[in-house]
């Protein structure tokens, strides 16, 4: 026997684990639903620990060869958590598209930072995001649904709760390495993981 694994506390439905272990570390050995849960849980903080602490006006910078910013990717992964947990999985219409406007194209709102939206904006819209995606994983785990199929149909099939939260965690790898770069580019950040003792604080003072 290996010795008894890390014991931990829920806060805000996201498990903190004691000791050294930060609470996005994924565990050594657990069952399915734990290890695919840390997985996404460990991308989230990271891309939000690179994020973190910026300016409006540092969300909305570019690289030469991207238009993705860090506002914006926010922003899609804010809509991206929506469409999976109330949309994909539940069948309910995700909140944020109801933040968008009438007059603005949904594939360009999520990509920018609109002149009206403030940093704390863009930031609340993220953590808000999460927090439901949060409270939807819970009710997932106490009816043992994760095999069950969602609710929308693709191409005459209803794909499982567990493709449906592996399509996010695919979706998250790929902004997370946008992220990398875009924050190195704003102001030299770079590092593989949050420090053990990092939450998240919302924009850089004005």
């Known amino acids: 026997m290996h010795g008894e694994r890390d014991r931990g506390s829920v806060v805000s439905n996201v498990v903190v684990m004691s000791g050294a272990r930060p609470w996005w570390e994924p565990p050594l050995s657990g069952t399915d639903s734990e290890h695919l849960v840390a997985m996404l849980e460990r991308l989230r903080a990271t891309f939000r620990w690179k994020a973190d602490g ?43 598209r109801f933040l968008v406007p009438e ?50 149909e ?26 990398d770069l875009l924050r190195e580019a704003i102001d030299g950040r770079t590092g593989e993981d949050p420090p053990a003792d990092w939450t998240p604080v919302g924009p850089a003072p004005q």
């Open 54 to 96: 910026l300016a409006k006006d540092q969300l909305c910078i570019e690289l030469p060869t991207s238009s993705l910013t860090m506002g914006g990717l926010l922003k899609h992964l804010a809509m991206a958590e929506d469409d999976v947990f109330a949309w994909r999985i539940n069948g309910d219409r995700p909140v944020t």
């Open 103 to 152: 007059s603005d194209d949904v594939a360009a709102w999520q990509f920018r930072v609109g002149d009206d939206e403030s940093a704390n904006d863009v930031y609340r819209l993220w953590d808000d995001a999460v927090r439901r995606s949060r409270a939807a994983w819970s009710d997932i785990i106490e009816t043992g649904s994760l095999d069950e199929p969602g609710a929308l």
């Open 154 to 179: 693709f191409d005459g099939q209803y794909p499982s709760v567990r493709r449906h939260v592996c399509d996010l965690i695919e979706e998250y790898g790929r902004h997370t390495g946008h992220a």
